[in-house]
């Protein structure tokens, strides 16, 4: 109760917080910057590879790509991003076309 009311008193978070911990929540946090960024980067470096990949084996015209975008748009949202892919290839597209041109 102690806390709270001192927090109210001073309406500042920064001046309830000791500067050690406020140091440590900073340097953590910079690691798991560093972290994230580190994994983003590798995962945009495969992302491309794949990209390079199917570009290469197939002629896309760009309706093909608008298509497969407005149906990754609606895949990634009704998901939250988190379809596994064993389930992409078992379940239908609700209703779009699911088979790659050529």
């Known amino acids: 109760m102690n806390f709270y009311a001192d927090h109210l008193a001073v309406q500042d978070d920064s001046g309830t917080l ?3 911990v406020l140091s440590s929540l900073d340097g953590r ?8 960024s580190s994994l983003i980067y590798k995962h945009a470096v495969e992302l491309d590879m794949v990209m390079g990949i199917l570009a290469d084996a197939y002629e896309f015209t760009p309706e093909d790509i608008r298509r497969r ?3 990754s748009v609606h895949n990634v949202k009704s998901t939250n991003g988190r379809l596994p892919f064993e389930e992409k290839i078992r379940r239908p597209d609700d ?3 699911a088979e790659w041109p050529g």
């Open 69 to 71: 975008r407005a149906e």
């Open 95 to 97: 209703g779009m076309e």
């Open 29 to 36: 946090l910079g690691m798991f910057e560093d972290r994230l």
């Open 18 to 20: 000791p500067r050690a």
